[in-house]
């Protein structure tokens, strides 16, 4: 009878502490000529990145007889176990495409990434189609400590299709980055 | 006779609501009050500079949505002094370091500031520092579990900077605070 008591017992603390969740690990002090507690503190950081430092890209009277490029450094933070993270560029274009339009006439243009900053050259990037497996060196969400900046951005339109452009008119697009965490 | 619980404090509080013309001297009263069998151990020896720190409850941050403000957490608890000013000084240590303030995750440290209110329900207060006494506290307490008077009698913050958060790499973070008190 009484081994009955203490099981029913037993099951009602179990019960209540399942009912209140985890058990406190706070510890109360005692009275004394000292006393002491303790508790305990917990807290998480959700994945998160940010992409800073962009700068319109300008690309005014080329010569058409050669690629027209302009890079630029940018800031990707991304605070994950690898600092990994990828990147998807769209155009303002049809179907997202990478094109500047003068409102008459439309020129393709190309975009290319690179992890790190200072480059002129990177992987070419498909329009709404991510580029995976990139790491970042910045320390610092906006970049304003540690490296000033992370990756580049190259924008570049070929040669025929700056021939193939009407002259003395400016053509005009926006090129949307979106970058993730990984 | 029952049992009869009376603490320092109460013992005094008493003594001094008596009128003038009555007023017990202290040694009168604990010999008057040791002759009758009541009187706490603590009290007959004259060793009555006690202190207890009760209701501590963990923090919980949870996920920090926003890592670019501070994220700061507070808590209410009971702290009772039953020195001549009800005065004490708190000592927080932490995980880190010589004691510093900071969580882990894994290898990963994110440090947090503590602050430290002599009343109950506040969001900020004194920044206390690891293993300095922070001096100079009074309580309001009326007896040593808060059971009577008020409740709760100090706040006890705790602060993540976005600076830190900004900084941190994503995952859990967990910690223990030790928090000691001393009469004064």
Redesign the interface.
């Known amino acids: 009878m009484v081994d009955a008591r203490l099981h029913r017992r037993s099951l009602a603390c179990l019960l209540a502490l399942l009912a209140n969740g985890a058990a406190?690990?706070?510890?109360?002090?005692?009275?004394?000529?000292?006393?002491?507690?303790?508790?305990?503190?917990?807290?998480?950081?959700?994945?998160?990145i940010e992409l800073t430092g962009l700068t319109d890209v300008s690309l005014l009277n080329q010569d058409p007889t050669v690629d027209a490029l302009s890079a630029q450094n940018v800031c990707v933070w991304s605070?994950?176990?690898t600092k990994g993270y990828y990147v998807t560029a769209t155009g303002s274009g049809t179907a997202s495409a990478f094109t500047l339009s003068n409102g008459a006439t439309i020129v393709p243009y190309n975009v290319e990434w690179a992890g790190s900053s200072g480059q002129s050259a990177g992987t070419p990037l498909v329009t709404a189609t991510a580029l995976h497996g990139l790491i970042s060196t910045a320390?610092?969400?906006t970049c304003v400590a540690g490296p000033s900046s992370s990756a580049s951005l190259v924008v570049k339109i070929p040669s025929p299709n700056l021939q193939a452009m009407q002259p003395a008119t400016t053509y005009t697009g926006t090129l949307t980055l979106v970058v993730a965490?990984e | 006779m029952g049992p009869l619980s009376l603490e320092g404090s109460e013992v005094l509080r008493h003594r001094r609501t008596l009128a003038p013309g009555r007023v017990l001297s202290k040694c009168g009263l604990r010999l008057l009050l040791a002759l009758a069998g009541i009187l706490p151990a603590g009290i007959a020896d004259g060793?009555s500079?006690?202190?207890?720190?009760?209701?501590?409850?963990?923090?919980?941050?949870?996920?920090?949505?926003n890592?670019?403000t501070d994220?700061i957490r507070s808590?209410s608890l009971c702290l009772?002094a039953n020195t001549d000013t009800n005065g004490y000084n708190i000592t927080a240590t932490g995980i880190g370091p010589g004691g510093s303030f900071v969580?882990t995750s894994g290898v990963q440290p994110?440090p947090?500031e503590v602050a430290w209110s002599s009343s109950a329900g506040q969001n900020s207060g004194t920044p206390v520092a690891p293993n300095i006494p922070l001096a100079g506290q009074v309580s309001t307490a009326a007896n040593?579990s808060c059971n009577s008077g008020p409740a709760i009698t100090a706040s006890?913050v705790?602060i993540?900077r976005a600076a830190a958060?900004?900084?941190?790499?994503?995952?859990?973070?967990?910690?223990?605070?030790?928090?000691?008190?001393?009469?004064e």
Request: neutral net charge.
């Open positions: 406190s690990a706070a510890t109360q002090g005692t009275l004394g000529g000292t006393s002491s507690g303790s508790v305990v503190i917990n807290a998480s950081v959700p994945n998160r605070n994950t176990n320390t610092n969400p965490p | 060793a500079n006690k202190v207890r720190v009760s209701d501590l409850s963990d923090i919980a941050f949870g996920p920090i949505g890592l670019g994220a808590e009772y969580l994110l947090f040593q006890l705790v993540l958060l900004s900084n941190a790499t994503a995952g859990t973070y967990t910690g223990t605070l030790t928090l000691v008190v001393g009469p």
